[in-house]
């Protein structure tokens, strides 16, 4: 199936890794032409230029943007993956970390959106793809900071469905359940944080309808679509990836 993704500009945060690491891959294996961003070095997956930033500081969202919308000749696509978390107790994550995480979990989204409606409206329209979390839609209790923000992007996602459908530009997030990228797997990640980390990710696993956990190239998958050609009546959506952990309610 032909997406219709060649040559489309595309920039894709905290692309140096896991689901936007893969997100960047599949796009650029599509003939699009993709900017990453991280505060790593770029991750060599056929992208035209690699930004880095750290984009949890102020004004390093609308540079990404800008710098990535000058090399790649404008912007078309714009994929929010970017977020932090951890497993705390609602009562012990103090006021300083809830500051900490919404500047990089919702306001980074907020300024690259900020940034690219401009670029995005100038080129006729476009996509924009936010990774929230199925924890947005039902918190999870051992990530309480993390929850409200995943939340507050599906709002954010919502907002700007409607505020932009007219400029052509659509916006949609993915809600993805636990999946297998470093910040479960990893050293200190969140499995490690549970308890030992292999019977943890197995635990994890089994508490999903299909019995594991997701692969980053699955949401992937899934984000590619929503940025297509073939996703062109989608929009105002949170598309759950998630293994049937969080049920439709009728």
């Not at 004004?59 to 932090?84: F, H, T």
């Not at 995943?150 to 999946?179: E, F, H, M, Q, W």
């Not at 050293?187 to 635990?203: M, N």
């Not at 105002?236 to 990836?241: T, V």
């Amino acid at each position: 199936m032909d997406l219709g993704l060649r040559d489309r500009l595309c920039l894709v945060t905290g692309s140096t890794r896991g689901i936007g690491l893969e997100t960047a891959r599949l796009l650029a294996a599509e003939g699009a032409r993709v900017a990453t961003t991280g505060r790593g070095e770029a991750p060599g997956v056929g992208e035209v230029v690699h930004v880095a930033a750290d984009l949890s500081r102020p004004g390093e969202p609308a540079r990404v943007v800008a710098e990535a919308a000058a090399a790649l000749g404008g912007l078309d696509i714009l994929v929010n993956n970017v977020g932090v978390a951890r497993i705390a107790g609602f009562e012990d994550v103090p006021d300083e970390e809830w500051d900490e995480y919404w500047q990089l979990n919702v306001m980074s989204y907020v300024r690259a959106i900020r940034a690219a409606v401009p670029i995005l409206r100038e080129r006729g329209g476009g996509a924009i793809v936010n990774v929230s979390s199925t924890a947005g839609k039902r918190p999870s209790t051992s990530m309480p900071h993390y929850s409200v923000m995943k939340a507050a992007v599906l709002s954010l996602s919502r907002l700007v469905a409607d505020l932009y459908a007219g400029d052509g530009i659509r916006c949609n997030a993915v809600t993805p359940g636990p999946t297998a990228t470093e910040a479960w797997t990893g050293d200190g990640g969140l499995a490690d944080q549970q308890g030992e980390r292999e019977a943890v990710l197995e635990k994890v696993g089994a508490g999903r309808p299909l019995g594991r956990l997701a692969r980053p190239e699955e949401i992937a998958a899934v984000i590619v679509f929503l940025c297509s050609d073939r996703a062109s009546y989608v929009t105002g959506s949170a598309w759950s990836a998630d293994g049937g952990t969080v049920p439709i309610i009728l």
